[in-house]
Antibody, heavy 116, light 113 residues
Framework: EVQLVDSGGGLVQPGGSLTISCAAS????????MHWVRQAPGKGPVWVSRIDSDGSGTSYADFVKGRFTISRDNARNTLYLQMNSLRAEDTAVYYCVRGAPGFDCWGQGTRVTVSS | DIVMTQSPDSLAVSLGERATINCKSS????????????LAWYQQKPGQPPRLLIYWASTRESGVPDRFSGSGSGTDFTLTISSLQAADVAVYYCQQCYSAPYTFGQGTKLDIK
């Protein structure tokens, strides 16, 4: 069974840092682009970042560029998102997503709350 | 950035009737390399992540009931539910997968009339 398990969310103060993770199983993780998508309470999903299958290429939404870093460990089948200089507007559920034609598999999400 | 605009914002349809949701992109999402439109549709129910229904504008994801269909090309796309079931109550999103940032529409809330 294809599965993505997101973890590492929590409460962090404005200006703080947090790294969230996604453990993949049931498919050849190293063959797929992977993405992070976030969804603020009561809002639609918003794409945050993606990484190529071998980690050689990345891209970011403008609103996180320079603050967030996506990475992956294909030996451990794990995707990461390091988030620095967090702001209140970064509060959301963050989903790890497999990229195929269409985002075909989503984690259950991990909640990040930025508040003092 | 490609802007995705859905219409209507909300929709109420009787059980067994047809539901139609439209999505317009601010520029073409036709991938010239494979002549396919990089447009996907998702269904989201409360407390759940989005679920992929349709990709390449008209290809149904495995396991999705055949009452769901997608059509369109270039900048104008449609998701049709041919005979609405109670289980179809949800918010529906379109997304362009053509170029980063991979933008979503604002969503269409579908209810039973």
């Amino acid at each position: 069974e294809v599965q993505l398990v997101d973890s590492g969310g929590g409460l962090v103060q404005p200006g703080g840092s947090l790294t969230i993770s996604c453990a993949a199983s049931g498919f050849s993780f190293s063959s797929y682009w992977m993405h992070w998508v976030r969804q603020a309470p009561g809002k639609g999903p918003v794409w945050v970042s993606r990484i190529d299958s071998d980690g050689s290429g990345t891209s970011y939404a403008d609103f996180v560029k320079g603050r967030f870093t996506i990475s992956r460990d294909n030996a451990r089948n794990t995707l990461y998102l390091q988030m620095n200089s967090l702001r209140a507007e970064d509060t959301a559920v963050y989903y790890c997503v497999r990229g195929a034609p269409g985002f075909d598999c989503w984690g259950q999400g991990t909640r990040v709350t930025v508040s003092s | 950035d490609i802007v995705m605009t859905q219409s209507p914002d909300s929709l109420a349809v009787s059980l067994g009737e047809r539901a139609t949701i439209n999505c317009k992109s601010s520029q073409s999402v036709l991938n010239n390399a494979n002549s396919k439109n990089s447009l996907a549709w998702y269904q989201q129910k409360p407390g759940q992540p989005p679920r992929l229904l349709i990709y390449w504008a008209s290809t149904r994801e495995s396991g999705v009931p055949d009452r769901f269909s997608g059509s369109g090309s270039g900048t104008d796309f449609t998701l049709t539910i041919s005979s609405l079931q109670a289980a179809d109550v949800a918010v529906y999103y379109c997304q362009q997968c053509y170029s980063a940032p991979y933008t979503f529409g604002q969503g269409t809330k579908l209810d039973i009339k």
